[in-house]
């Protein structure tokens, strides 16, 4: 055999070895699709006459902000094809025009838009800040205490983006923070391993690509339980599906019509990924208005439905006197009683104030005596999940706060 013959074989057996982890990981991805259909036949969801349930997406920017392509069609068709009951854009600001007041807003094709924006201050903190209005434009170079002053004089809602940044946590007049975000999970991801995991899977389990990356927010919940343990006040955590639609490869013709390529991450898929699940009052409508204030109110939790329907999920707490839900206070009093519901069985981590305080497994129901004075919230766990999905979260609940 010749050198370059040896060398050529030598190169191919580094190149065949080299693939059979993402032959592995395809592998995988094949158990876990299936067992994401046995968890969404499993579901028990107990009724509810008390609250009704609505879901839908936070964080969304289309082709006004100037980062993305996305179209209000493709925006509108993804909703729907979600069943999607609200859909919350945060178009980035533009010196020359109002994007707020020309991106998606009221309802379209039975979903709910609301139309806000993401504002960055001149100290590079960001915000969620929805409805929006042409004060955004202002935002950049306003302090961040002005820009939460003039929102709540709107009745609007603002909440914190990207808190890895955030400085100005003693600044009054935010309602939340932005715990999980698909964007930021998704640039920790190496795009070496993107690129193999893309060529074995794509094909075949577009969405479940997710799972190689998706990673419990340590940092933001961190960020969120601190924050609310420092200020004493009540904050609400969201997840952002951050979609832009703008990542992919792709060859087009003059016309922009697409020759070849694929497009990583279409509205579609991405909003399948994460939810925000909010809960009105049975005989409330979904409305702008009751919209900002449930969000406002902590009364929603973070799905992460690709993984198993989470809707049904309850997080509510009594003391004889009171009952109240996830996002509320609570007198002490005599002792109260949390108690968690959850639509299949499942591994449920009840934390107090950041610290684990339960954490067991194989729950479907369960009802917890506290005597102590706290911040109370649920993560809830699928370990009949394969491979690293088992131990991220499916469920982060909003804090019931024992006072
Ligand atoms: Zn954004």
Redo the contacts with the bound molecule.
């Keep these: 055999m010749k050198r370059w013959q040896k060398l050529l074989l030598v190169l191919l057996a580094i190149l065949i070895c080299s693939q059979i982890p993402f032959a592995y990981r395809r592998y995988r991805l094949g158990r876990l699709s299936d067992a994401i259909l046995q968890i969404n036949s499993q579901r028990q969801p107990k009724p509810d006459e008390k609250f009704g349930e609505y879901k839908g997406v936070v964080?969304v920017?289309s082709f006004l902000g100037g980062h993305s392509t996305g179209t209000f069609e493709a925006i509108i068709a993804a909703a729907k094809q979600n069943q999607l009951d609200f859909v919350v854009m945060?178009e980035h600001m533009s010196a020359n025009f109002n994007t707020a007041a020309m991106t998606l807003k009221d309802v379209h094709g039975d979903v709910l838009f609301i139309n806000g924006n993401?504002v960055s201050t001149p100290t590079n903190e960001r915000l969620l800040i929805f409805p929006g209005d042409e004060t955004a434009v202002m935002t950049e170079s306003s302090a961040i205490a002005d820009v939460l002053a003039r929102t709540k004089v709107r009745g609007a809602s603002a909440l914190v983006?990207y808190p890895e940044e955030f400085k100005s946590w003693n600044t009054p007049g935010y309602d939340g923070v932005e715990v999980y975000n698909v964007?930021t999970n998704a640039r920790t991801m190496n795009p070496f391993v993107m690129l193999f995991d893309g060529l074995w899977s794509y094909r075949s389990y577009p969405d479940l690509l997710f799972a190689t990356f998706y990673a419990r927010p340590a940092n933001g919940l961190r960020l969120w339980d601190d924050a609310i343990r420092l200020t004493g006040k009540r904050l609400v955590a969201t997840a952002g599906n951050?979609a832009h639609a703008n990542v992919g490869l792709s060859l087009n013709d003059a016309s922009g019509k697409r020759w070849v390529g694929f497009q990583a991450d279409p509205y579609e898929r991405s909003f399948r990924l994460v939810r925000m699940h909010l809960l009105l009052p049975t005989g409330e409508a979904l409305n702008s208005g009751s919209l900002v204030q449930a969000f406002s109110a902590g009364h929603c939790f973070i799905g992460f439905d690709l993984f198993g329907d989470t809707t049904g999920f309850r997080f509510v707490a009594s003391n004889g006197s009171d009952q109240k839900i996830q996002g509320d206070e609570i007198a002490a009093g005599n002792g109260v009683t949390l108690s968690v519901e959850v639509p299949v069985s499942a591994r449920v981590v009840l934390l107090k104030d950041g610290q684990v305080f339960s954490d067991q497994t194989g729950i479907k129901e369960k009802d917890y005596a506290v005597a102590e004075k706290g911040s109370y919230r649920v993560e809830v766990y699928l370990p009949q999940l394969p491979g690293p999905v088992s131990a991220q979260p499916w469920i982060i609940s909003n804090p019931i706060y024992v006072k």
């Design positions: 964080h920017h945060t993401e983006a964007y951050d």
